[in-house]
């Protein structure tokens, strides 16, 4: 489920291409650019591993568990169905982390003690800019419906499907519940 989602996107990236010789490397690299959505998922993983010689409380794995799925059971599925898919999203993850503090506000000094800071803020970085990534394809939505009277060459019009497709993916706004 989790790559499968991009399997479309990037074979018609590769496609394109192909068709117009956009085979540099500036070129290929967009077609699987940063997402967002990806490179903050990893802080669910370190929160929920214990480290050598780290002694975190007992029950912080379980704690974490009960108070993310409970806050997002009571959400409903707009936030549960695309966790369960492995697909990041601004909205349903700041609702969620918002449940989860008023829910349990004991988890996040446990967290950040578990995790340490500096990933923490590395992390935040990521957040934002799924926030940020969500606004903007958002924003070009209208635009990508008139791109073909935007006056662009082939290159340009490969470069912004790929930004698009970077802002769509990377902020989980493929998902379709």
Do not use: C
Not at 18 to 32: K, T
Not at 51 to 68: E, H, M, S
Not at 165 to 176: H, I, L, P, R, T
């Amino acid at each position: 489920g989790a790559l499968s989602r991009h399997i479309r996107r990037i074979t018609d990236g590769v496609v394109e291409a192909v068709e117009i010789d956009a085979l540099d490397r500036s070129s290929l690299g967009a077609i699987n650019a940063y997402s967002p959505g990806l490179s903050g998922a990893w802080l669910f993983q370190k929160a929920m591993s214990v480290g050598v010689k780290a002694f975190p409380p007992a029950n912080l794995i379980n704690d974490i568990l009960a108070t993310n799925f409970g806050t997002m059971s009571k959400l409903g599925n707009p936030v549960l169905k695309p966790f369960l898919q492995d697909v990041v999203q601004w909205g349903p993850l700041a609702q969620t982390m918002a449940g989860m503090m008023a829910t349990n506000p004991k988890l996040l000094p446990d967290i950040l003690l578990s995790v340490g800071p500096g990933p923490l803020v590395d992390w935040m970085g990521h957040f934002s800019a799924l926030a940020a990534y969500d606004a903007l394809y958002r924003l070009s939505t209208p635009l990508t419906a008139a791109r073909n009277a935007l006056p662009m060459n082939a290159k340009q019009r490969f470069l912004w499907n790929r930004q698009v497709e970077a802002w769509q993916y990377g902020s989980g706004n493929d998902f379709k519940l």
